[in-house]
């Protein structure tokens, strides 16, 4: 199978609990990832639900949650043709590299077309996801 895989991460003075704030209202991601023009969540912030997003200049997806661990990780995971895409978020009040709190985002495509969506998806999200993570630490910390 084939696999592409990018991981960012950035340092914060935000709370778990600030942060977890954030993901949690999913309606406010393009608030601090410009590559979403809206998303939206069809029930409760928990596993099995489902819901869909416009990314800028593409096809609106649709994801469902599949892991939760309140105030430290959720995934959601997507599906395009042939592949399959795996958002991970992480909060990590001290990681093993660094001696402060650390928000982690890592995202995996994995499919036949993997490669190619690597290629078209995959440039947008290398050059903005780091940004939007400084975005989201940043207005984490005025809540």
Request: net charge positive.
């Amino acid at each position: 199978m084939f696999k592409w895989n990018y991981t960012a991460q950035v340092e914060t003075n935000a709370t778990p609990e600030q942060i977890w704030a954030m993901w949690k209202n999913v309606e406010t991601w393009p608030h601090w990832d410009s590559e979403l023009e809206w998303v939206k969540l069809n029930g409760p912030f928990e596993i099995g639900t489902k819901g869909r997003m416009q990314p800028s200049g593409g096809p609106v997806v649709d994801f469902i949650l599949t892991e939760i661990q309140l105030n430290k990780k959720f995934v959601n995971r997507a599906k395009l043709p042939l592949t399959t895409l795996e958002f991970t978020h992480v909060y990590e009040a001290n990681s093993e590299e660094k001696n402060c709190p650390i928000i982690r985002h890592s995202v995996a495509m994995k499919g036949l077309l993997a490669p190619l969506f690597g290629l078209i998806i995959g440039r947008k999200i290398k050059k903005h996801l780091r940004v939007a993570m400084e975005d989201l630490s940043n207005q984490a910390t005025k809540m």
